[in-house]
């Protein structure tokens, strides 16, 4: 590329978009790339602080911030994700399905450790939705060695693509609603609404809804009930302190099943159990369900939905970021809640 005064630079074509900003009013392109310079455009130009331009010249061996963009795309993108064309030498990866957004932590760190390459993200783990924002790729100059970009590839070809999404799966899911208080009729249910709400995110398929007494056989019968219809998930509402009438976690561990963790490291939502009992996973979910709009179900969901196989660790590392504030207006998943230390 070739640097031109404004003025002599008329007749000649731009190699790159040129970006306006007005504080408070407006932040866009004014001038595309590929652009013809007009004799009426140089006071624009000067007036957007353009004393200077650059236009396109051939130069073996360099690429365009453009082309440089759309193939560092390729290279990094995964299952589930489209770039768009690049704005600005600037391209976007977007999501095609929702599900869970998966990082190469170590390998991305290599690739912006490349020289002049920037490859922004959001983090690992993260829920996200069709057409959603995933990551914006650039080069810093307006080129780049070509080699730089085939070292790029090179590494992404070896190690696979740095970012990909897991699609949510089609899971069956019975619910057992625990509590004398509830299957008396004493007092009205608040767990299946809440339920129910959660596992319409997912487009689960509901086997039902079962209310159960606090009693260790009634619960343990329930379980085996949805077993036998083939539950992949199957959730447990209320019973789960340490009190000697709250008999969720005794029922699941006579079910059979091995028990990952009974408590975990973040609030709302302290007194979780997760198990598995061969293919089916069983959760034990505390009252703060019922209370508060994020709790630790949140956190775990998508990863249960995305064919994920949690382990104890996944459970200890949640306690850095664990305490959620309770906001007036809850943004998550767009908060540090849950994120946790990454295993």
């Keep these: ?72 795309a390729q290279a990094v993108m995964g299952e589930c994700m489209v770039h768009d064309q690049p704005q600005e030498g600037k391209t976007m990866l977007r999501a095609t399905s929702k599900g869970l957004f998966k990082v190469n932590s170590s390998l991305l760190q290599e690739v912006n450790s ?85 596992m319409g995110y997912y487009e689960a398929e509901i086997l039902g809804h079962i209310y159960c007494p606090d009693d260790l056989d009634e619960l343990q019968s329930s379980i085996s009930f949805y077993l036998t ?8 509402t209320g019973g789960m302190s340490i009190d000697p009438d709250d008999l969720t976690p005794s029922a699941i561990r006579n079910s059979g099943a091995e028990v990952i963790t009974y408590g975990a490291p973040i609030q709302p939502g302290n007194m979780f159990l997760l198990a598995y009992l061969g293919n089916t996973t069983l959760m034990g979910v505390p009252g703060a369900a019922i209370f508060c709009k994020t709790t630790v179900l949140d956190v775990v969901l998508p990863k249960v939905f995305a064919g994920e196989k949690l382990i104890k660790q996944d459970f ?14 809850c943004k998550y998943p767009i908060c540090y809640f849950g994120r946790g230390v990454e295993r």
């Excluded at 590329?1 to 000649?12: D, N, P, Q, T």
């Excluded at 978009?17 to 624009?44: C, M, N, S, Y």
């Design 229 to 236: 219809k083939g539950a992949d998930l199957i959730i447990l």
């Design 316 to 329: 200890t590392n949640m306690g850095e970021g664990g305490l959620c504030l309770n906001c007036k207006v």
């Design 1 to 72: 590329m070739k640097k031109l005064r404004v003025e002599e630079a008329v007749g000649s074509k731009l190699c790159h978009d040129l970006t306006k900003v007005v504080p408070g009013e407006f932040k866009g392109i004014a001038f595309k790339r590929d652009h013809i310079i007009q004799a009426e455009d140089v006071e624009e130009l000067l007036s957007i602080g353009k004393e200077h331009v650059f236009v396109w010249e051939e130069n073996v061996g360099e690429i365009h911030e453009d082309e440089a963009a759309i193939r560092i």
């Design 114 to 198: 490349i020289e002049s390459v920037t490859v922004a993200s959001r983090p690992n783990n993260f829920m996200v939705e069709k057409g959603g924002k995933l990551v914006g790729a650039r080069i810093i100059p307006l080129v780049i060695k070509e080699e730089k970009i085939e070292e790029l590839e090179a590494i992404c070809h070896a190690r696979g693509p740095v970012f990909d999404i897991k699609p949510y799966k089609k899971l069956k899911v019975g619910v057992i609603i625990t509590g004398n208080e509830v299957f008396k009729g004493r007092i009205e249910d608040r767990f299946w609404p809440v339920i129910s709400d959660k």
